[in-house]
């Protein structure tokens, strides 16, 4: 049973690392840009589904998640037919695919609580889910949900093409870049990665790492796309529901773009084995796509979770199907140095002990052998006043 448990584990921590989404000091930068958006009493309202909290501090939840229900994976993603099709697939047999899931957490949070105002609320059918467990979900699961499932869409990967065109399997070559090629070797024990373990694994948190004082800065927010933000915002107020497909179609067709035909290699150890040729060029379009696609998901995060709070205070109910607690931080790698030096002081504080306790019973011994001292320093002299009257 002990070992059944063990593999259960390793496996699920093997699927949750193949996924290919964004890791989560991306979705830290998701969700900053989004909440740079959420303001005044939708911020309230916010806060209270998410009790105090801010979207940032659950950055970690789609993993956890993951982990402990590893037949949702399909519900993060939508994979798209044919490379040479020109029409988009923006449905699933089983109900259990991202746009699925948008349109399900979304209407469910129009469904929930009561109106704000007086004005009349637009009316959302709440459209079926396969999820695979049968769970109530809570307004403050709904909304996890939905910024997760928000966030994916912007993830080119997340609407990638099935075999064989997907291009996540596609392999790296990374032959004239020894430095990404190491990299490589001590991340994923492989000279040539497929892209998307890559573009995961490798090249983001390289990325952040090079850029880290950028990457920190005032970007992630909605300023930073301009007047693009409010014409996102305007046409989602008309449009609600139908954006969530026109934001889909955008991203898949990036699939269709993001490389040229220069882009591509094949390998001559490798029979008609394509690869993607990792050059200085492809770095730089990838690193500004990347950083794009985490601005226009967090602004199109805050403009749906804006629309709902405008329209519906609900509030906070603990009642939920998904119990996910934060995972403990990972214990420290050992630093010889570090534990040298607190070693080194507890001996010092020791022999100072010592030193002390020794120097007191010297003291002592010294005292009771010299009465003259001892009288002097602890028995005072009879009292005597200075004004004494005569007899």
Known sequence: MKCALILCVFFTTVLVNFVQSWNELCREAIESTAMSAITYMRLRRLKMLLKGEDLVDYTWWADEVLKRIPESLPLHYQYQPDKKSNNFNFTCSNNLCLMAGIKYFFAVLMNCGYPVGSSNTQKFDIPPLGYPRKIKFSPS???KYLVVLLSDLHHPLHLDFTQPDSIATIPVDLSDFPVWENISVQTLNTKRPLYGDFLKHIYMPKYIEVNEN?????WTHVSTLGLRYSTELDLFNNKTVECFE???AETASLNNTIFDKEDFVYLSDTVRTKAIRFTERLDSKLGFLMRLQIVM?????????????????ITYDEQTGIIIQKPELEARSINIGYYLVKVSIIFLLLALVLLVYYAIVSLFKRLFKDK??????????RYQPVNKLPE
């Open 297 to 313: 998901a967090g602004a199109r995060v805050a403009i749906v979770l804006n629309y709902i709070l405008s329209h519906r205070e």
């Open 372 to 381: 003259g001292l001892f009288v002097r320093l602890f028995l005072s002299k």
């Open 214 to 218: 950028a990457w920190y800065g005032s």
């Open 141 to 143: 699961d709904c909304i």
């Open 246 to 248: 026109v934001w889909a």
